[in-house]
């Protein structure tokens, strides 16, 4: 039964929509049966997993998240992908298979020219700065919204351009080792978003095949001494990170200084994001960077340009092995949580998964996220909350319902906090929520848990 078991979960990660669906079937077949019994739910989060739709480092598809995190006993979990929405609709559908509170959101990189001059959360390169939207309901930009969905498929352009550049600039160092984006790259991705992972891989699959001293290969190319590509030759993610690190990195030869023009605006994301009904969310790296120093003056321009939420990987922000550094950090993880308190800033937190060995679930319990723990499962449910009201009636923390009824923003805040408590998941309570009737009241939503 556990190679079976086993096999079905390997099969979740299927490129081939299908075989996942089936595969969850007989899993869920299982539960019925006893042959699997699931954990009661723990009061834990993550909300920020990257998919196979842009780059999980186990290689998790949206429904084998879901399922991870149901057979572990997480109570909630957050889908976040680079540039596409990919995944949305089949991650909330297995959510609601699955029974677990899920959240839908996109990541991306854009321009601030207001902090040109000053690297935020993007290392190296000053005025470009990660951003998210969270809490969409669907895949699907809404048909009246015609300019979003030409900027969203820009956005996927973009990505593709940059991706044929490096290529050719790496092509050109690793001679005779060379790949094709359409040949090499995109059959490794489920619909033909890749990053620079992706890439990576494809190199080290071509020099597999027909480079006869790998070490000898790799150190050459690297300029590195052998014994320390020995050392990584067979662990396949080392060597993917070394290897990208050397030609792909800031001063590499296949990297790409971006500009004003590589990326687009915040505004131009935001609207995107606001037309699908999503959050405009900030996000936080760690607190050390010249912008991120200046956090009241940066979440001051974000929000006036729409930000209503915040994100943050809590493991790199305590998890540290140097203890000056840690204390630093941890300062100003407690630092941006009350900031974000004080502009009312719902907060989603979670770990990415984007790399090999990145934890699965944040250690909630640790002595050194006791100060903000609350802090992110309120998020969390907040999250849940909002997509859930969002997919059912249109009514998330944005639209027209909401301002009319809840136009202090701490009082939308707390009550789509509550709602994320109350609303079990599932498609039962999408149904109750549809058929609660015309003009209902927040009391007369909460009123039917």
Same mark, same amino acid.
Request: one cysteine or more.
């Given at each position: 039964?556990?190679?079976? #078991?086993?096999?079905?979960?390997?099969?979740?990660?299927?490129?081939?929509?299908?075989?996942?669906?089936?595969?969850?079937?007989?899993?869920?077949?299982?539960?019925?049966?006893?042959?699997?019994?699931?954990? +009661?739910?723990?009061?834990?989060?993550?909300?920020?997993?990257?998919? /196979?739709?842009?780059?999980?480092?186990?290689?998790?598809?949206?429904?084998?998240?879901?399922?991870?995190?149901?057979?572990?006993?997480?109570?909630?979990?957050? #889908?976040?992908? /680079?540039?596409?929405?990919?995944?949305?609709?089949?991650?909330?559908?297995?959510?609601?298979?699955?029974?677990?509170?899920?959240?839908?959101?996109?990541?991306?990189?854009?321009?601030?020219?207001?902090?040109?001059?000053?690297?935020?959360?993007?290392?190296?390169?000053?005025?470009?700065?990660?951003?998210?939207?969270?809490?969409?309901?669907?895949?699907?930009?809404?048909?009246?919204?015609?300019?979003?969905?030409?900027?969203?498929?820009?956005?996927?352009?973009?990505?593709?351009?940059?991706?044929?550049?490096?290529?050719?600039?790496?092509?050109?160092?690793?001679?005779?080792?060379?790949?094709?984006?359409?040949?090499?790259?995109?059959?490794?991705?489920?619909?033909?978003?890749?990053?620079?992972?992706?890439?990576?891989?494809?190199?080290?699959?071509?020099?597999?095949?027909?480079?006869?001293?790998?070490?000898?290969?790799?150190?050459?190319?690297?300029?590195?001494?052998?014994?320390?590509?020995?050392?990584?030759?067979?662990?396949?993610?080392?060597?993917?990170?070394?290897?990208?690190?050397?030609?792909?990195?800031?001063?590499?030869?296949?990297?790409?200084?971006?500009?004003?023009?590589?990326?687009?605006?915040?505004?131009?994301?935001?609207?995107?994001?606001?037309?699908?009904?999503?959050?405009?969310?900030?996000?936080?790296?760690?607190?050390?960077?010249?912008?991120?120093?200046?956090?009241?003056?940066?979440?001051?321009?974000?929000?006036?340009?729409?930000?209503?939420?915040?994100?943050?990987?809590?493991?790199?922000?305590?998890?540290?092995?140097?203890?000056?550094?840690?204390?630093?950090?941890?300062?100003?993880?407690?630092?941006?949580?009350?900031? +974000?308190?004080?502009?009312?800033?719902?907060?989603?937190?979670?770990?990415?998964?984007?790399?090999?060995?990145?934890?699965?679930?944040?250690?909630?319990?640790?002595?050194?996220?006791?100060?903000?723990?609350?802090?992110?499962?309120?998020?969390?449910? /907040?999250?849940?909350?909002?997509?859930?009201?969002?997919?059912?009636?249109?009514?998330?923390?944005?639209?027209?319902?909401?301002?009319?009824?809840?136009?202090?923003?701490?009082?939308?805040?707390?009550?789509?906090?509550?709602?994320?408590?109350?609303?079990?998941?599932?498609?039962?309570?999408?149904?109750?929520?549809?058929?609660?009737?015309?003009?209902?009241?927040?009391?007369?939503?909460?009123?039917?848990?």
């Amino acid at each position: 039964m556990d190679d079976e #078991i086993r096999e079905l979960e390997e099969q979740l990660n299927d490129f081939d929509l299908s075989v996942r669906m089936r595969s969850l079937d007989d899993l869920l077949t299982l539960v019925d049966r006893g042959d699997i019994v699931l954990p +009661a739910a723990s009061e834990v989060a993550n909300m920020h997993c990257h998919t /196979f739709y842009s780059y999980n480092g186990y290689g998790y598809s949206p429904t084998a998240l879901a399922w991870l995190a149901r057979r572990r006993g997480y109570k909630l979990m957050g #889908i976040v992908d /680079f540039d596409v929405l990919d995944g949305i609709d089949e991650f909330l559908a297995a959510c609601d298979r699955v029974a677990l509170r899920g959240s839908a959101g996109m990541e991306t990189r854009a321009y601030v020219p207001e902090f040109a001059t000053r690297e935020i959360n993007s290392p190296g390169e000053p005025g470009v700065y990660y951003h998210m939207g969270i809490g969409f309901s669907s895949a699907e930009v809404p048909v009246d919204q015609p300019v979003a969905a030409a900027t969203l498929k820009t956005m996927r352009q973009r990505a593709a351009d940059r991706n044929h550049e490096i290529i050719r600039r790496v092509n050109a160092a690793l001679d005779p080792v060379s790949i094709d984006y359409e040949r090499d790259v995109v059959p490794l991705t489920p619909a033909g978003n890749a990053t620079e992972r992706h890439i990576v891989a494809a190199y080290l699959q071509v020099a597999d095949r027909t480079i006869f001293r790998p070490v000898e290969f790799w150190a050459a190319k690297l300029g590195l001494p052998e014994e320390r590509v020995a050392a990584v030759i067979d662990r396949g993610p080392q060597l993917q990170d070394l290897v990208r690190s050397k030609l792909m990195k800031r001063g590499s030869v296949g990297y790409i200084q971006p500009g004003p023009d590589t990326f687009p605006t915040v505004e131009e994301v935001n609207a995107v994001i606001t037309a699908c009904g999503a959050l405009p969310t900030i996000t936080w790296l760690d607190g050390t960077s010249e912008g991120e120093q200046a956090a009241e003056e940066l979440f001051d321009l974000m929000v006036a340009k729409g930000a209503l939420a915040l994100n943050i990987i809590p493991d790199r922000n305590w998890n540290i092995a140097d203890l000056a550094d840690k204390q630093r950090k941890l300062e100003a993880l407690y630092s941006v949580v009350a900031l +974000a308190r004080r502009l009312d800033l719902p907060i989603n937190v979670g770990t990415e998964m984007n790399a090999y060995g990145r934890p699965l679930i944040d250690a909630f319990d640790v002595p050194e996220l006791a100060p903000v723990r609350d802090d992110f499962i309120d998020g969390a449910y /907040f999250f849940y909350g909002h997509g859930t009201l969002q997919r059912a009636l249109g009514f998330g923390a944005l639209s027209g319902w909401a301002r009319q009824h809840l136009p202090a923003l701490r009082d939308r805040n707390r009550f789509y906090t509550r709602l994320g408590r109350r609303v079990p998941p599932g498609s039962l309570a999408l149904h109750t929520l549809r058929s609660i009737g015309p003009n209902p009241t927040p009391e007369s939503i909460m009123g039917l848990w």
